[in-house]
Nanobody
Framework: QVQLVESGGGLVQAGGSLRLSCAAS????????MGWFRQAPGKEREFVAA????????YYTDSVKGRFTISRDNAKNTVYLQMNSLKPEDTAVYYC?????????????????WGQGTQVTVSS
């Protein structure tokens, strides 16, 4: 069982930045690929970014490429999402998730464990 706890959400003006963190309880954190997803009110959960177990391979949805950066620190059991140039359409609850296959995937059903989410609100 892996427990994931997100933090770092909040209210920011358009053009601003936030850094989300996701702390994992697993001692085998480096065995998991990690992903970030988001869900806006009235919309389905969507893929944002993923990183493989080593941190060398990353994958982003088109709408955040060049603005968001996913990274991980396996020594700290933590994955990060640096979000720059935020837009109002980035407003959502952001979730981190762990995938035991260790490779980057964008389908939510492939992920085994989920955090509770952290709210990100971008004002115009």
């Amino acid at each position: 069982q892996v427990q994931l706890v997100e933090s770092g959400g909040g209210l920011v003006q358009a053009g601003g930045s936030l850094r989300l963190s996701c702390a994992a309880s697993a001692r085998t954190f480096s065995s998991y690929a990690m992903g970030w997803f988001r869900q806006a009110p009235g919309k389905e959960r969507e893929f944002v970014a993923a990183i493989d177990w080593s941190g060398r391979v990353t994958y982003y949805t088109d709408s955040v490429k060049g603005r968001f950066t996913i990274s991980r620190d396996n020594a700290k059991n933590t994955v990060y999402l640096q979000m720059n140039s935020l837009k109002p359409e980035d407003t959502a609850v952001y979730y981190c998730a762990a995938d035991a296959t260790r490779v980057v995937r964008r389908i939510a059903d492939n992920y085994d464990y989920w955090g509770q989410g952290t709210q990100v609100t971008v004002s115009s």
